[in-house]
């Protein structure tokens, strides 16, 4: 079954620290790999997609196809970085997402 | 419009009864997609639609659901027979093709079967 995995529910950091939010996902094809984010009281957004290669809110991710992993990363944490992250894959050939369970980062001052 | 609308917000049912939640994408887009998204979880895909043409209905839980864009532009989900463990939050997310750019998500509408 092509799964998506965030191990850790909750990342707790302080401000100025480095964060990385893990995202492993099944092997299936070449599915493309996504960061959406939601900030409180906001709707889902997309924040990265690994075909872009950008840096959004200076987070970065890299796709490492060896250890099926996809981790979302940022060397300084902002407290408005505070928010749930989800690490989605696409799936069949109009790109349906399949959704880790998310990991909320909350950043303290 | 300027972004994706779901309506109502927020949904109250008594078990047994049906309710329709509705979706109005953005304007042009040509890919539809419902997911369901339980309390402390990610986001599970229901269906899918291109135009008005279910593609992919392969998600939904039970034949209670039923989900229609008969003019491929607004589209409603709905769920008969209302049970306590279809309590969740319904997204609604468009694309202008198919989804490969990303999606645009609603805010979602939050049912509570009591």
């Known amino acids: 079954a092509q799964r998506v995995t965030q191990p850790e529910k909750l990342l707790s950091v302080f401000k100025g620290a480095p964060v990385e939010l893990k995202c492993n996902y099944s092997?299936?094809?070449?599915?493309?790999l996504f960061w959406y984010v939601q900030y409180s009281r906001q709707r889902l957004q997309l924040l990265l997609r690994?075909?872009s290669r950008e840096s959004i809110k200076g987070f970065t991710a890299d796709l490492n196809k060896g250890e099926t992993s996809f981790h979302l990363k940022k060397p300084f944490a902002q407290e408005e970085d505070s928010a749930m992250y989800y690490c989605?894959?696409?799936?069949?050939?109009?790109?349906?997402?399949?959704f880790g369970a998310g990991t909320r980062l909350a950043v303290h001052p | 419009g300027a972004g994706v609308s779901q309506s109502p917000r927020y949904k109250v049912a008594k078990r047994g009864q049906d309710v329709a939640l509705r979706c109005d994408p953005i304007?042009?887009?040509?890919?539809l997609f419902w997911y369901q998204q339980a309390l402390g979880q990610g986001p599970e895909f229901l269906t899918y639609?291109?135009?008005?043409?279910?593609?992919?209905k392969s998600g939904l839980p039970s034949d209670r659901f039923f989900a229609e864009r008969p003019e491929g532009s607004v589209s409603t989900l709905k769920i008969q027979r209302t049970q306590q463990e279809d309590s969740a939050v319904y997204l609604c997310?468009?694309?202008?093709?198919?989804?490969?750019?990303?999606?645009?998500f609603g805010s979602g509408t939050r049912l509570t079967v009591v």
């Open positions: 997310a468009s694309s202008f093709r198919t989804g490969r750019d990303g999606y645009t």
């Open positions: 304007s042009g887009h040509v890919s």
């Open positions: 092997y299936s094809g070449s599915p493309e």
């Open positions: 989605a894959r696409s799936a069949g050939g109009y790109n349906k997402l399949i």
């Open positions: 690994h075909i």
């Open positions: 639609f291109q135009n008005e043409a279910q593609l992919d």
